[in-house]
């Protein structure tokens, strides 16, 4: 998986519901893998399918209307259980950006360090997203991480985003936090070496 992000363009998949939490993300019946793969195709499971498996063809991500990186989500994304296979799904989906008002904070860094970037808007910025959406379900958004800026093209309104600074550099290198000390191994062995002079 790569985690590297800078600037993307993509068309939205909206889902304004608030307060969703990490068993409607990933129900718990499963997490009994260990390891990121196979999890997106179990996104938002039971919201998806019904109990007998057939796709519920009501839910957004089972129509052919939105199609794209960027998740569009009501407050409180991410609530509920610790769970990092929460992210894990999201990921595996494909999205690459979750765009919300506000996060529960263990899912924001689970998302950060698995690759996706939750974007903190406004209420009026998310509420601008979700009406150019229903007008336009081609509509797109820019996320700048560079920059700290998304933009809704369809309006043409900008906003500024908060990021943590390491997580920022993490996501534009490319890097987990374990290739992050890898790739400053010579600086610690260098600060060791002096340490224990």
């Known amino acids: 998986m790569s985690f590297k992000f800078n ?3 993509s068309a939205v998949v909206p889902l304004p519901l608030e307060n969703v939490d990490t068993d409607q993300i990933i129900p718990a019946r ?6 990121r793969e196979g999890f997106g195709e179990h996104l938002f499971r039971d919201w998806r399918y019904d109990r007998d ?3 519920n063809p009501d839910f957004v991500l089972n129509g052919d209307t939105y199609r794209g990186e960027i998740l569009v989500t009501g407050k409180n994304f991410g609530c509920g259980s ?3 296979h ?3 799904a999201i990921a595996g989906y494909g999205f690459r950006a979750v765009v919300s008002s506000f996060f529960a904070d263990i899912f924001k860094g689970n998302a950060l360090n698995n690759g996706v970037l939750p974007v903190v808007v406004t209420p009026a910025f998310l509420a601008g997203i979700f009406a150019c959406a229903a007008d336009d379900p081609h509509m797109t958004l820019t996320v700048d991480l560079e920059n700290r800026l998304i ?5 043409g309104v900008a906003e500024s985003f908060e990021i943590n600074a390491y997580k920022r550099d993490c996501l534009l ?3 987990d936090d374990i290739d992050y000390l890898l790739s400053r191994k010579d600086r610690i062995e260098a600060c060791e070496m002096e340490r224990f002079r």
């Open 86 to 88: 929460a992210a894990w």
């Open 173 to 175: 290198q490319g890097l």
């Open 151 to 155: 933009t809704n093209n369809a309006s």
């Open 30 to 35: 499963f997490l009994k893998a260990t390891t």
């Open 7 to 9: 600037k993307l363009t």
């Open 82 to 84: 610790s769970r990092e």
């Open 53 to 55: 498996g057939k796709p």
